[in-house]
């Protein structure tokens, strides 16, 4: 992870060392660490001002980081930010199942800032079997907190890594008798594809490194996902989005491949 990090880094310090050769005419050129620094990596958006965006969708699943979380359900997000700060407030509202007897409505809390592809946030995840802000480390409901970061390579190359950690809150898991914290994680490799005529596809694998929430076993891997999304533009600052997903999760004892349908609405 941290090579892959380090590369803008040292194509930076390669191009500096060599320095640039001036032409006949006098124009400066590239030289080849330049050259690959610009094509690859040279693209970090530099911070501007108010930002916002929101979307809505409905979706056949409920799935996230290999974990099957519910039936059909509808979700929105609202994202506000300024320089590279930014806040996200995200609802689901759903059923457990198909049989739509039982639902589970649940609002989550970002805060978090993000620049030159690394994105470092702090998440609260509230369930309304829990009162709000209830920090209780219970071992099969409640609300949890996670610390996680993301680094991006570029937009040429959306190569990402993520790391979440749970905190506190609700992570607790059973060991000789005794409730302790677990400090669930879940590490994630994923490659966003940009494809012709508005469609992207986008996969994923990742593992919890140890026994957690996510796995009472152990170590294991947790998900492989694939997404095919398809976005149209309807206005300057908004669109439509269709979507279908596939995620397997090897370590499951139940639901081990999930399909899902989604289709979303957003402003930006």
């Known amino acids: 992870m941290l090579c892959i990090g380090a590369l803008p880094f040292v194509f930076s310090a390669s191009a500096y060392a060599r320095g640039n050769e001036l032409t006949n005419e006098g124009v400066k050129e590239l030289t080849k660490g330049q050259e690959i620094r610009q094509k690859y990596f040279d693209d970090y958006s530099k911070p501007v001002g108010f930002t916002y965006n929101a979307q809505a969708r409905i979706q056949t ?3 996230w980081r290999g974990l099957y979380c519910g039936g059909m359900n509808i979700q929105a997000s609202a994202n506000v930010g300024y320089g590279g700060l930014y806040f996200d407030m995200w ?3 759903g059923v457990t199942d198909w049989t739509f007897k039982v639902f589970e409505p649940e609002v989550d809390f970002t805060l978090g800032f993000s620049r030159w592809g690394l ?3 702090a998440l609260y995840i509230h369930n309304f079997d829990s009162p709000f802000f209830d920090f209780h480390n219970y071992a099969d409901h409640g609300n949890r907190l996670e610390l996680g970061a993301r680094y991006t390579l570029s937009s040429k190359i959306p190569l990402s890594i993520l790391w979440a950690t749970r905190i506190a809150a609700s992570d607790a898991i059973i060991q000789n008798g005794e ?3 677990a400090y669930s994680s879940y590490l994630e490799i994923s490659y966003t594809q940009a494809l012709p005529s508005g469609f992207s596809v ?5 593992m919890t490194p140890w026994k957690s929430g996510y796995n009472p076993n152990g170590a294991a891997l947790q998900n492989i996902e694939v997404r095919l999304s398809k976005d149209w533009s309807v206005a300057e600052h908004c ?3 269709l979507q279908g997903q596939i995620a397997v999760n090897p370590s499951a004892p139940v ?3 999930n399909l899902n349908a989604v289709f979303g609405v957003y402003l930006k």
């Open 119 to 121: 994105n470092v946030y």
């Open 202 to 206: 986008y996969g994923a694998i990742g």
């Open 61 to 63: 699943s409920y799935l």
């Open 91 to 93: 609802w689901n509202i």
């Open 239 to 241: 669109g439509l989005m």
């Open 179 to 181: 409730v302790v914290r």
């Open 255 to 257: 639901n081990v491949i």
